[in-house]
């Protein structure tokens, strides 16, 4: 065999490779269109503090950032699911995302804002998220609400999938609450040797190489669905009220796993963005007494301002609540919504930058029939 094709050969199994960790032309495009890349691909498979697993398809080995990347904006620092050039072990560049899954407004201040300004990105590339909600304690339709809400603001894809189905007897009451919460969106409820459940959930992962995300509180059931889906204990999972009472979760070390089918699935992705962005949700637990009349609203998306049966405002005619209450809640909403305007804006205009990069290199191949 000559070089050349040794050469090829070499890249070929590589591009295979890559291929089966989602690699595409996408990829291939953002990669062609960097000035001077450094590095070779490789896909996130587990963020740390200050280190990230990395795999090429073949190989899965420990990294850390470049000082370049750690003092650019935060939205471009690794996630899990991005796909990265590393160098000796050094990630260089986070190649142009699909999308990502970002954590929007948050209540947080004083030493929670810095941590949670840090990292914004949960996951990258993803063709599904999954929110994980189990059918005991852990059941929130609120929450689940929020995640949906979280999900689409990112244009990405919900579903729902109700673990635990074995300890209720009827199925139908949860569905249907959730279904109503969710117009449209796709609703399992799984048993725990539920096989029937078990290939609704694989069939999200039929065509081509998906990628899916799992969220959802410590203990609702994510580990112990994926290691069914694998088919052997992969994750750890542990006991519901340990993990809950210590508050953290039980999965550690790898995120990113390529199931036997081809579809590739993140277990409890940025597990501390998740956590503050629910307990950052500081209207809900600071003004909990609206958040419980709002309940008895006409409309769920009632804004306590005009509408037509408002549970809230009837309560501050009758006196139930005080005016300067509501007036503070409203206040705090919308505080909370242009922070997350702001942070969403930001992060879209980085994407938008980097799109015209792209596009800009895709105009020169064309005029000067560069390759
Ligand atoms: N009865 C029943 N128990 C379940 C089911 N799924 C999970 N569990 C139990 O719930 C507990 C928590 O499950 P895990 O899979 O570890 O939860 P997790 O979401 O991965 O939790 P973290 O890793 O802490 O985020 C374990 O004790 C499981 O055995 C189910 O479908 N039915
Ligand atoms: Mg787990
Ligand atoms: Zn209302």
């Known amino acids: 065999?000559?070089?050349?094709?040794?050469?090829?050969?070499?890249?070929?199994?590589?591009?295979?490779?890559?291929?089966?960790?989602?690699?595409?032309?996408?990829?291939?495009?953002?990669?062609?269109?960097?000035?001077?890349?450094?590095?070779?691909?490789?896909?996130?498979?587990?963020?740390?503090?200050?280190?990230?697993?990395?795999?090429?398809?073949?190989?899965?080995?420990?990294?850390?950032?470049?000082?370049?990347?750690?003092?650019?904006?935060?939205?471009?620092?690794?996630?899990?699911?991005?796909?990265?050039?590393?160098?000796?072990?050094?990630?260089?560049?986070?190649?142009?995302?699909?999308?990502?899954?970002?954590?929007?407004?948050?209540?947080?201040?004083?030493?929670?804002?810095?941590?949670?300004?840090?990292?914004?990105?949960?996951?990258?590339?993803?063709?599904?998220?999954?929110?994980?909600?189990?059918?005991?304690?852990?059941?929130?339709?609120?929450?689940?609400?929020?995640?949906?809400?979280?999900?689409?603001?990112?244009?990405?894809?919900?579903?729902?999938?109700?673990?635990?189905?074995?300890?209720?007897?009827?199925?139908?009451?949860?569905?249907?609450?959730?279904?109503?919460?969710?117009?449209?969106?796709?609703?399992?409820?799984l048993g725990f040797h539920d096989e029937s459940s078990l290939q609704e959930v694989q069939a999200y992962f039929a065509d081509g190489v998906k990628t899916a995300a799992m969220i959802g509180s410590s203990g609702a059931g994510k580990s112990t669905l994926l290691n069914r889906l694998v088919g052997k204990e992969l994750q750890r999972t542990g006991d519901v009220s340990a993990a809950v009472m210590k508050g953290r979760h039980t999965t550690t070390e790898r995120d990113l796993i390529t199931l036997p089918n081809g579809g590739l699935l993140i277990d409890n992705p940025g597990i501390r963005e998740i956590a503050f962005w629910e307990s950052g949700d500081g209207v809900s637990s600071s003004f909990a007494d609206i958040e419980e009349l709002a309940t008895g609203c006409r409309f769920f998306d009632c804004s306590h301002t005009s509408e037509p049966g408002c549970n809230v405002l009837s309560a501050v005619q009758s006196g139930e609540l005080s005016e300067e209450r509501l007036a503070s809640y409203h206040k705090m909403k919308r505080e909370l919504w242009y922070a997350s305007e702001r942070q969403h804006k930001t992060a879209d205009r980085l994407e938008k930058e980097r799109w015209k990069e792209v596009a800009m290199y895709a105009r020169s191949i064309k005029k000067h029939g560069k390759r």
């Open 1 to 189: 065999m000559n070089k050349e094709s040794s050469v090829e050969n070499y890249k070929n199994n590589l591009l295979s490779h890559l291929s089966s960790l989602g690699w595409s032309n996408f990829f291939q495009s953002a990669l062609v269109a960097l000035k001077s890349p450094v590095g070779v691909p490789a896909r996130v498979s587990g963020a740390r503090k200050n280190s990230f697993l990395v795999t090429d398809g073949r190989d899965e080995w420990l990294t850390t950032v470049s000082g370049r990347l750690l003092h650019q904006d935060v939205e471009l620092f690794p996630a899990v699911g991005d796909w990265v050039l590393v160098k000796d072990s050094v990630i260089t560049t986070v190649l142009l995302r699909q999308n990502s899954l970002s954590r929007g407004a948050s209540g947080g201040r004083g030493k929670h804002m810095d941590a949670a300004r840090q990292q914004q990105v949960i996951a990258a590339n993803l063709d599904i998220v999954f929110i994980v909600c189990g059918l005991d304690n852990d059941f929130n339709v609120r929450r689940i609400e929020r995640y949906i809400t979280l999900i689409y603001n990112c244009g990405l894809t919900p579903v729902v999938l109700l673990t635990k189905a074995d300890t209720q007897d009827s199925l139908e009451d949860f569905v249907y609450e959730v279904e109503s919460v969710a117009f449209g969106v796709p609703v399992h409820a």
